[in-house]
T-cell receptor, first 112, second 115 residues
């Protein structure tokens, strides 16, 4: 068990480009969450999977954002046509049968 | 108004001090209450978890939940320089009688413990 792994750690992209982030959860965890965190703020919920089913999406998740979790294992978060306001830390967390999440170290996105 | 409000700090205390961190919330459906610690450039790490009202102690850390006042606290005794971090409260309503579902976080309090 190596914890929750996120890739890449840092991404710099030009406005208008598409980006994709990957999250590998703890292997036995069936729940996977995506959050976004900006400087000086707490994480904000984006979306949540139980196995491969996407059970909840935040209003923050505009049409430019899409998340998938094929086969209930790793997950990807794609942002299309990035905007400067998308610059943030994107955090993935996984959870098993018990309470509490295990977070990854996040992917820091900078849109220039 | 945000669902969860956290004292913004920052807090700076001498080593050995007792630290008190607090959050208030407005959503009566919240039943699961957590405190996370976040070091710079890292993801949040779960420190304490409490279900419903009451106190929970783990070493130097004590979490308190008062649902009647919609108020939660984290106390750190004998604070150490290694406790310097951002502390986040988080809470959730659960889903289908479980602790699943999203968490709503406070904005975080930056704590510095100086030797």
């Amino acid at each position: 068990d190596t914890g929750v792994s996120q890739d890449p750690r840092h991404k710099i992209t030009k406005r208008g480009q598409n980006v994709t982030f990957r999250c590998d959860p703890i292997s036995e965890h069936n729940r996977l969450y995506w959050y976004r965190q900006t400087l000086g703020q707490g994480p904000e919920f984006l979306t949540y999977f139980q196995n491969e089913a996407q059970l909840e999406k935040s209003r923050l998740l505009s049409d430019r954002f899409s998340a998938e979790r094929p086969k209930g294992s790793f997950s990807t978060l794609e942002i299309q046509r990035t905007e400067q306001g998308d610059s943030a830390m994107y955090l993935c967390a996984s959870a098993g049968a018990n309470y509490g999440y295990t977070f990854g170290s996040g992917t820091r996105l900078t849109v220039v | 108004q945000k669902e969860v409000e956290q004292d913004p700090g920052p807090l700076s205390v001498p080593e050995g001090a007792i630290v008190s961190l607090n959050c208030t919330y407005s959503n009566s459906a919240f039943q699961y209450f957590m405190w996370y610690r976040q070091y710079s450039r890292k993801g949040p790490e779960l420190l304490m978890y409490t279900y419903s009202s009451g106190n929970k102690e783990d070493g130097r850390f004590t979490a308190q939940v008062d649902k009647s006042s919609k108020y939660i606290s984290l106390f750190i005794r004998d604070s150490q320089p290694s406790d310097s971090a951002t502390y986040l409260c988080a809470m959730g309503a659960g889903a289908g009688g479980t602790s699943y579902g999203k968490l709503t976080f406070g904005q975080g309090t930056i704590l510095t413990v100086h030797p």
